[in-house]
Nanobody, 121 residues
Framework: QVQLVESGGGLVQPGGSLRLSCGAS????????MGWYRQAPGKQRELVAT???????NYADSVKARFTISRDNARNTVDLQMNSLKPEDTAVYYC???????????????WGQGTQVTVSD
């Protein structure tokens, strides 16, 4: 069993900041990529940012220079620092991890339950 648990969502005014955190626990052999995705009402889930086990990162154009993804491989955690938030950043944010539960199984994608981020006056 693998669990991803997010925390840190909430309500923030435009221009403000939030930090999301996600921890992976359970029967984990190794973790490849970790990332954050989001889904706004009426829209498809979209990539926000990913980070490989070696530290290379990838960001959606809409969040570049505002959001920073980081991870702690020893603790199996991934964080998303969100600055200069805009109303269009409002969405449910999901943590994702591509991981193996044993050395002879291929990696699978696991997802957290999501955390709401609302940017509004």
């Amino acid at each position: 069993q693998v669990q991803l648990v997010e925390s840190g969502g909430g309500l923030v005014q435009p221009g403000g900041s939030l930090r999301l955190s996600c921890g992976a626990s359970g029967s984990i052999f190794s973790i490849n990529a970790m990332g954050w995705y989001r889904q706004a009402p009426g829209k498809q889930r979209e990539l926000v940012a990913t980070i490989a086990s070696g530290g290379s990162t990838n960001y959606a154009d809409s969040v570049k220079a505002r959001f920073t993804i980081s991870r702690d491989n020893a603790r199996n955690t991934v964080d998303l620092q969100m600055n200069s938030l805009k109303p269009e950043d409002t969405a449910v944010y999901y943590c994702s991890a591509t991981l193996r539960t044993s050395g002879w199984l291929k990696p699978y994608d696991y997802w957290g339950q999501g955390t709401q981020v609302t940017v509004s006056d």
